[in-house]
């Protein structure tokens, strides 16, 4: 894998990526023309409510947008190949092999007639050719890695044998099988104990940095993302309103959004009690209707810095600084203040 | 009750999973336990069994040739059930045990061979429509719906009639119980519109399954995603289908017989009825055994279907 070995190569980079969903009630703009990229062994978080695009903008890296949505602009460069001019066979190589998906809901990912060994094994006789033995062997191998106990005799059981913070680590031993260089793990831990979910989110770090991977968290949860993320990409109703390395985002968010977001919050290093008058705020309004999106920023009817201008002139993502950009107009240098 | 379901499977399932064999079971094995469990299930599937012992031992077991009408020789024909003749002998002097146990492969061949038939067809437009979706979905429920409507009985009767006499002459006519395959072949092409309703709807509910979603994202083809993931997991639900199907059609041929357009070389139970119901009040055992023979196959496999259902969607019923 020339891909993983240098250090600060580009890994990924997603432009104007624009996927729109076909329904009855219209054209729905799921994701309309984002840019987003990582670097190889970086972590990327993208962080957005639900309905903001962003699992969908990572489920277009593997060409899985379920219908009726469609990609209908964009380059997604990964390494030196455009994924989007690929065919379907080449896909069904990559997927799996040099990117894998991890899921949300770890209970229903995995096939519940089969066992364990027999789903992980699959996937290794498929991609890289293996014998049934030799597959076996690795799968006991990987499964010991991801932290399950007597990885041999699991290689036997079902699913609904498993708890559910087994099953997560099924699943991302399954994502690493193949040695892929870039894992997508679609809130891997939602659906997790919280205790659980700290053991899941220090195992996927841990493996990471082991396999040399580079990883895209999408989530919702402002902790997860805190903890695991190098950098963070904010989408908010399909487009990206602030993409910053993860320190810069928490400690000097530039976007109305992504400080509104931080706003929501609640900080353990702050008391919420009676007296100290201080109150969980709330963004108010609702996410836009993404068939008839608000005109110009789209973020505008929520924003509490919105003018006129606003509503008229969709924002251009400005770099502040390397590795910095953001899409507001109130922050372009010109706008002076900042 | 709700203990012992989840206690012993899981430790009957370990031990069974020792076996290399029983590794690919997993589900089954579990449907298997539930399925235990239900004792109407449990005797529909005796009933079943029955039936299939006396359909594969029927030559070895059965006291004379099914052709023998020696009895009418010494004057026996219609005589009563006696240690002779078990059930007794019919009109023309054939021992109606004999003619009984010789009937039991026929209905089963009709009602698994046309069942095989219908289920190929319904699988294969079922799935396709589930799977594809769209346009093909919808011409293919309307093709469907379609042959739902058609008076199948009446159309089986006219077609068994029309082939039986279009063949005369031909090479076909020289292929053995060339009308009881007809029968089988048109059962199975007007039996197929349930299972392929059930497959649509599996394959419609399990496209949609998350671990569907992840095999592609491991890289799985169309082939695999629908012989791998989705056909196993529908199985079950097309299983009880099917077995339900078996019975409809064993009751569906014994009916044809029963008019007189089934196979006159093959001895069925509607056949058997059909030359004996006009001396029932002479000799009602010839008709009534062949009548608890259907009923008891039918009853089998339907109660079998229902334990299926049991073991397969336990929470359909609670």
């Given at each position: 894998m020339t891909l993983v070995g240098e250090q600060n190569a580009r890994l990924l980079d997603v432009k104007g990526l624009r996927v729109l969903f076909f329904t009855g009630a219209g054209v729905v703009k799921a994701v309309d023309g984002i840019d987003y990229g990582l670097q190889c062994g970086e972590t990327l978080g993208l962080v957005g409510e639900s309905g903001s695009?962003?699992?969908?903008?990572?489920?277009?890296?593997?060409?899985?947008?379920?219908?009726?949505?469609?990609?209908?602009?964009?380059?997604?460069?990964?390494?030196?190949?455009?994924?989007?001019?690929?065919?379907?066979?080449?896909?069904?190589?990559?997927?799996?092999?040099?990117?894998?998906?991890?899921?949300?809901?770890?209970?229903?990912?995995?096939?519940?007639?089969?066992?364990?060994?027999?789903?992980?094994?699959?996937?290794?006789?498929?991609?890289?050719?293996?014998?049934?033995?030799?597959?076996?062997?690795?799968?006991?191998?990987?499964?010991?890695?991801?932290?399950?106990?007597?990885?041999?005799?699991?290689?036997?059981?079902?699913?609904?044998?498993?708890?559910?913070?087994?099953?997560?680590?099924?699943?991302?031993?399954?994502?690493?099988?193949?040695?892929?260089?870039?894992?997508?793990a679609d809130e891997p831990t939602t659906n997790l104990d919280v205790t659980i979910q700290a053991q899941i989110l220090d195992m996927l770090m841990e493996l990471k940095d082991q396999f040399n991977m580079s990883m895209i968290l999408v989530t919702h949860d402002m902790g997860v993302v805190a903890r695991?993320?190098?950098?963070?990409?904010?989408?908010?109703?399909g487009r990206i309103c602030e993409t910053a390395d993860a320190r810069t985002l928490f400690n000097a968010p530039l976007h109305p959004y992504t400080a509104a977001l931080l706003e929501t919050m609640p900080r353990v290093d702050q008391s919420y009690s009676e007296k100290s008058k201080k109150r969980l705020t709330v963004i108010p309004g609702r996410i836009p209707n993404l068939i008839a999106p608000p005109s110009g920023c789209r973020f505008h009817p929520r924003c509490n810095e919105a003018d006129e201008t606003c509503s008229r002139i969709m924002p251009e993502s400005i770099k502040i600084k390397e590795g910095h950009t953001v899409s507001c107009l109130k922050r372009s240098p010109s706008a002076g203040d900042s | 009750m709700k203990n012992a379901s989840e206690g012993t499977p899981k430790t009957n399932l370990k031990q069974e999973a020792q076996k290399p064999g029983a590794r690919k079971f997993g589900m089954l094995m579990l449907g298997w336990q539930r399925f235990k469990r239900n004792k109407t299930g449990l005797f529909g599937l005796t009933l079943v069994s029955i039936v299939f012992f006396f359909a594969i031992c029927g030559p070895f077991i059965a006291p004379y040739h099914p052709n023998d009408q020696s009895a009418m020789l010494e004057f026996r024909s219609k005589s009563p059930p006696s240690l002779k003749n078990l059930l007794g002998t019919d009109r023309m002097g054939?021992?109606?045990?004999?003619?009984?146990?010789?009937?039991?492969?026929?209905?089963?061949?009709?009602?698994?061979?046309?069942?095989?038939?219908?289920?190929?067809?319904?699988?294969?437009?079922?799935?396709?429509?589930?799977?594809?979706?769209?346009?093909?979905?919808?011409?293919?429920?309307?093709?469907?719906?379609?042959?739902?409507?058609?008076?199948?009985?009446i159309v089986i009767l006219?077609?068994?009639?029309?082939?039986?006499?279009?063949?005369?002459?031909?090479?076909?006519?020289?292929?053995?119980?060339?009308?009881?395959?007809?029968?089988?072949?048109?059962l199975g092409v007007f039996g197929w519109p349930p299972i392929a309703r059930i497959a649509r709807a599996e394959f419609l509910r399990l496209k949609e399954m998350?671990?569907?979603?992840?095999?592609?994202?491991?890289?799985?083809g169309s082939v695999s995603i629908?012989?791998?993931?989705?056909l196993p997991n529908a199985l079950p639900s097309l299983v009880v289908i099917i077995a339900l199907g078996i019975g409809g059609s064993i009751l569906m041929e014994a009916m044809i017989s029963f008019l007189g357009f089934g196979d006159p070389k093959a001895i069925s139970w509607g056949q058997l009825l059909y030359f004996n119901y006009e001396f029932l009040k002479i000799a009602p055992w010839a008709s009534i055994a062949p009548g608890i023979a259907i009923f008891i196959t039918v009853l089998g496999f339907n109660l079998l279907a229902d334990g299926l259902t049991d073991a397969f969607n336990p929470r359909l019923k609670e």
């Open positions: 695009g962003k699992t969908i903008s990572s489920l277009a890296l593997l060409r899985l947008i379920p219908r009726p949505g469609k990609i209908m602009a964009g380059e997604i460069l990964f390494g030196s190949e455009d994924l989007i001019l690929k065919t379907e066979a080449e896909m069904t190589a990559i997927r799996g092999k040099k990117i894998a998906m991890i899921f949300q809901n770890p209970a229903y990912s995995l096939n519940p007639i089969y066992s364990i060994g027999d789903q992980l094994g699959e996937i290794l006789m498929w991609h890289e050719k293996l014998s049934r033995r030799q597959a076996d062997e690795q799968v006991v191998e990987l499964l010991g890695l991801v932290g399950i106990t007597d990885p041999g005799g699991r290689l036997k059981q079902f699913p609904h044998e498993l708890s559910g913070g087994m099953k997560q680590r099924v699943c991302v031993a399954r994502a690493l099988l193949c040695n892929p260089s870039l894992v997508l695991m993320a190098d950098r963070i990409t904010v989408m908010y109703a | 054939y021992d109606v045990a004999s003619r009984v146990i010789y009937g039991a492969p026929t209905a089963l061949v009709v009602g698994v061979g046309s069942m095989l038939v219908a289920a190929v067809i319904g699988i294969m437009l079922g799935g396709i429509s589930g799977y594809v979706g769209g346009m093909a979905d919808e011409l293919l429920m309307r093709f469907t719906e379609f042959f739902l409507v058609i008076p199948v009985f006219v077609m068994v009639r029309i082939f039986g006499i279009v063949v005369v002459g031909s090479v076909l006519e020289k292929i053995p119980y060339l009308n009881l395959s007809t029968i089988i072949v048109i998350e671990f569907v979603e992840a095999a592609r994202c491991i890289g799985a629908i012989f791998r993931h989705i």
